[in-house]
Structures are given as C-alpha cells and as structure tokens.
C-alpha cells in the first residue's frame, strides 16, 4: 500500500510524537507514505470562517498535489479529514464553483480533476478488509488485556454525508483495529462526543468540562487508556487534563495516546521509540500492563 | 415486534423518569411518530408528548430515539430498530421535560427572542416593496428552512455544558437576519452576537448539522456570521482573533504556527489572558511538546501566498 500522507500542522508541531509513531507504524505495516511536503494546512474549519472559498482553493491545491502523485491521501487527524472531505463535497456538488477554484489554482501549476484520489484517514485504511488482513499477519505484540476506549473526533463522524464510517452514530471501526491488535475495546457514550478543543481559547471552561466528562466516562467504563485519532482531541484530553482535574475537582488520570502509536506498539516498537514519553500524562501504566500480561 | 422503550415522567407522581416498554409489531412503512400514536391511542392514552402536522412542517414532534434526536414523523421507525428489537425513546435533551417526551421549550424560545428574529429594515423606505434578488435570497434560503423542532439544540455538546450558549437554532435564526440584504442592523447584529455565549463558543461538533431535518444546518450557518463579523471589523474578542491569527499564519508559512496563535488569540495587550496560557505552556515544555520556534515555512508557500492575493486576503 502506498499513499500521499498529508500530515496536518499538529503532528509537525504539539503534537510531534504523532508524526514519529506514524512513521513507525507505517513501516511495521510495510506501507508506503509520501509526505505531501508542499500541502498548505488545511485550515482546520477555522480559515473558512473568515473565507470559505480561500479554504477551499487550498485544500483543492492539496487534492491537485495527490492526484499529480497518483496516490490517495491519507490523513492523520480527525480535522483535516473532515475539512477535505467538506472541501471536496463543496467542489464536487457545484461544477461552476470547480471551474472557478481551477481557474485560482492554474498559475500554480494545479488543477484539480476529483476523480484520482481519494482522502482517507489512517483508522479507515485498517478498518478495512484489506487492512485488517495486514494487521494481523503484522502484529508481534498483541495487546493482550489492555482495555481500550476510542475517541473519534466529531469531524470524521459528522456530517455523516461526509463520513467514511457505515454508522457515524454508532461506528465501530477503530474498536475492530482495537480487537485486531489484541486490544479490549470499551464502548461508552463519550466515544464520538466532541473534546471541546475548538472553543479552548474562547471559552476554556466549557471546553474543558466537555473533555473532562469524556474522560470520566471513560474511566468509569473501564478503559486502562483512550485512543484517539485526532491530534486536537489529543491536546484537551491529555495537555490540559491536569486542568481538568482540578476543574472538576476529581483525582483520575487517564493516559491518551495517538492511533498510529497503539498500532505501532503492537507492531513491536516500544513506548520509548513511539514518543510516549512525551506525554503529559503518563503511559507507564500501559506499559506495565502490557509487561503483566507477557 | 419490537419493544419501544419510553421514557416517562411524571413530576406529580415520581421523583425520577424511569423507562417503560411497550410492545408493538411496527406497521409498513410507519414513522415513528405513527408508532408513538399507536401506543397512544391502543396502549396507554396518558403517554404525553407534543405533535401536530406529522408532514415535518410544524416542528413538534422531535424526540430523542437511541440517544439522538429526530422529527417523528419524519423517521422510519423500521430504520431505528436496534440490533435487540428495541427502540429507545426520550425527550430532548438539554432542556427539562415537563411530562414523558414534553420538555420545556422556555430557554430555547428566549434565545431565539435575544438575537432579534425580525428584520430591521434600512431608513430609506422605498417606494414600494423591498426587493431581494435570487442571488441576496440565496444567501438566506437555507437558514429560512428552520422549522424550530429543536433538535440541534437538544444535541449540541456546548449546552450540555454551557446554558449561556445562543446554541445552534438561535444562531441559525440570527444569520437569516445577518444575511439578510433588506436588514440595516448587520453591524450591531454581528457586534452582539461576538459576546461571549455567541458564533465564537460553537465547537464545531456538527451535531446540530446531523440533526437538523432541514438543509438549515446551523453549523454553517454560524460561519457565514463568523465571516460576516471578520469582514464588518468585529475583531475585539478571542474567537475573531483566532480565526485572522489562523489566516496570517497560513499565508504567512502555509501552516500553523502554534506557538503564535495561542497568544495572538487572547491578545498581546490581555495580561490575564496571556498569564492563563502559562500552565500549558510550562507543562508543554517541560515535556518538549512545544512547537520548534523557528517554524518553517511548506515547500511552495510562495503559490499559498499568491491564492491568498488573488482572493484578496
């Protein structure tokens, strides 16, 4: 398998344990990335606000770039794939809008065609057929007895138009990855509810109550961790959960880690080489877990 | 047969709702709202809840079935059967129920009220009527669609934590009036509606979008009054400093630079503000989770730079 990875800022920046598992599972797995390095951020649904069209001219830029590369994309972050995906539907639903967006990128040297490459997101490339079959023929260290609660990311679920889950209520493709890697998945109502992270800067309490009564449910269902696939998700729930501890005036802690590096820890790597030193909460319980059970 | 499970209440004669079953083999093709009425009409006639029109047209009849809310009468009800043979009914949420799937609608309608959902006309009072072009229609066509069920405010994440938040029907109501060509009020509009509780605390969970029975979206519509607001100058809070920090940074490198937007967002001149972000920042570096400071720029900005001119940004 061989893809364009389009990074997204946060995995080259906050959150760069991110990029470092992602390469690490990539080459456990035997597949190929190719780093868009020319990509413009996708604007996180954030740019759009102040122009739509601005947005989408640059995500189609980025589209232009895959397709010239004849690869599909793939994205590590719950955001950048739901805004390329909004940009691709609001490109593909208006053929005179195309005409327009194309005619912005041509001096650059882009064109944007739609039909050569499709946008993925890394749970969704296992959470296959194919890639579950690739998982465990892979797999050196099942995570055996490791309790494991995901945490979507709203921007991969809804719209659901927009989602590449059959359910986005109800979905359960990283459980099945969870399972694959010899994991316990955990389900619980918090699963695909929002981190709070987009309003962190304009309303910190509302942002960090919503993360802090994710984490509880987790906690209260039983998971020895919560995985996410969205770096952003990751910073509310694990940067600021010292905050929220004190916020919501409970003693827990929950470690957070980042999909590609749950993958990769039962691809063999250990949490040193995946960055879970990183962390601002600490993963050594899982560590201690996984030694537990051989 | 399928069990519904509804939840009811009864204030005058318990202290908690509680959920009872009733079993009903579903007819062809009924809506849920159809099935409701059956077990109204055939099980137990003191089962309350609010419809009308059964067409998604008045609004009424929004409840919560697994765990989201829906129109009634608008939904298979064969669609919603759980892989166990049930279906679990509830009230919306984020406001209180009165009696079984009834709620209180008061704080709902007071926000809607407090974003003015009238229009404000301009003094130069024309001839005759007030014409709008298909072109200015459009930009309101979608946000007249609103039906007012509620059910993007019984799923937004930001009340269930926030009662201050407009939520997403009275934002949605807000921007029929902001993009409104015949309205005279978009600045004083936009100005009210970038205090805290406004466009700026929507978290972008897109619940109200998936919710919404009808294409007003209110997601969307929050960022055509987030663009409006940027475009009339209303720059003095953290949201619409965030959204131009997001922009001058991207033109600038073609990414994010995360260590400016923080500060750019709160402001350089906000002391409190900037004294907050001091725990994360120290925590972050102490892990070595803070973003390089020499930020490098993509390959190519210089073709981000220039989309950036031609679209005059």
Excluded at chain 2, 213 to 228: L, N, S, T
Aim: net charge neutral.
């Amino acid at each position: 398998m061989k893809f364009a990875l389009f990074t997204g800022c946060v995995s080259q920046g906050a959150t760069r344990e991110l990029m470092v598992s992602t390469r690490k599972a990539a080459e456990g797995l035997g597949i190929e990335f190719v780093e868009m390095k020319s990509a413009a951020c996708c604007g996180a649904g954030v740019l759009s606000e102040k122009s739509a069209i601005l947005a989408d001219a640059l995500n189609a830029r980025t589209f232009a770039i895959a397709e010239k590369q004849g690869l599909d994309l793939v994205t590590i972050c719950s955001t950048c794939q739901g805004v390329l995906k909004k940009t691709e539907c609001n490109i593909k639903s208006d053929p005179e809008y195309k005409k327009k967006i194309n005619h912005i990128l041509n001096e650059g040297g882009h064109q944007y065609d739609g039909t050569k490459s499709r946008i993925k997101h890394f749970a969704n490339i296992l959470a296959t057929e194919e890639g579950m079959k690739l998982l465990k023929e892979k797999i050196k260290k099942p995570l055996t007895g490791l309790k494991v609660a995901a945490f979507y990311g709203c921007y991969v679920l809804r719209p659901s138009g927009l989602s590449d889950y059959e359910n986005p209520d109800d979905p359960t493709g990283m459980e099945e990855i969870f399972e694959a890697l010899g994991a316990t998945p955990v389900y619980y109502p918090s699963r695909t509810k929002c981190c709070g992270f987009p309003i962190v800067m304009m309303n910190k309490k509302a942002s960090l109550e919503m993360a802090g009564n994710a984490l509880v449910d987790a906690i209260e269902s039983g998971a020895d961790c919560v995985v996410t696939g969205c770096p952003l998700c990751h910073l509310n729930l694990d940067s600021y959960q010292p905050e929220i501890e004190k916020m919501l005036q409970k003693k827990y802690s929950i470690p957070i880690l980042h999909l590609p590096q749950l993958v990769a820890l039962a691809l063999g790597y250990t949490p040193k080489e995946l960055d879970m030193d990183k962390h601002i909460v600490s993963t050594s319980r899982i560590k201690r877990k996984l030694v537990a059970a051989g | 047969m399928a069990t519904f499970k509804i939840k009811r209440y009864n204030p005058e004669k318990q202290a908690e709702p509680y959920f009872e079953d009733f079993d009903l083999d579903i007819p062809a093709g009924s809506t849920l709202l159809d099935c409701i009425n059956l077990i109204k009409w055939t099980q137990d006639g003191s089962l309350t809840y609010r419809m009308s029109c059964r067409s998604a047209i008045c609004g009424s009849c929004a409840v919560k079935a697994n765990g989201h809310a829906v129109l009634a009468c608008q939904k298979q009800a064969a669609s919603l059967l759980k892989k166990d043979g049930t279906i679990q009914i509830e009230p919306l949420g984020n406001m209180k129920p009165i009696k079984d799937l009834a709620v209180d609608f008061t704080p709902f309608w007071d926000k809607i009220n407090k974003v003015k959902p009238y229009l404000q006309t301009h003094d130069n009072v024309p001839e005759k009527e007030r014409k709008q072009s298909p072109e200015q229609f459009k930009l309101i066509d979608d946000s007249s669609t609103c039906i007012m069920c509620g059910a993007c405010y019984s799923d937004c994440n930001v009340l269930e934590v926030d009662d201050n938040f407009l939520g997403p029907a009275a934002l949605a109501k807000a921007q029929r009036f902001v993009g409104d060509s015949r309205d005279g009020k978009t600045l004083e509009r936009v100005t009210e509606l970038s205090e805290p509780g406004g466009i700026w605390d929507c978290t972008h969970c897109g619940e109200c979008v998936e919710r919404c029975p009808k294409p007003a979206e209110p997601f969307y519509r929050i960022k055509e009054i987030m663009a409006v607001a940027l475009e009339q100058g209303v720059h003095n809070n953290n949201g619409a400093r965030h959204a131009l920090s997001f922009a001058k940074s991207i033109k600038h490198s073609g990414r994010l630079n995360e260590n400016q937007i923080p500060v750019e967002s709160v402001g350089y001149f906000n002391i409190k503000g900037l004294i907050e972000l001091i725990p994360i920042g120290l925590r972050m570096l102490l892990k070595r989770k803070i973003p390089p400071i020499i930020h490098k720029s993509i390959d190519d900005v210089q073709d981000v730079k220039r989309i950036f001119k031609e679209l005059d940004q």
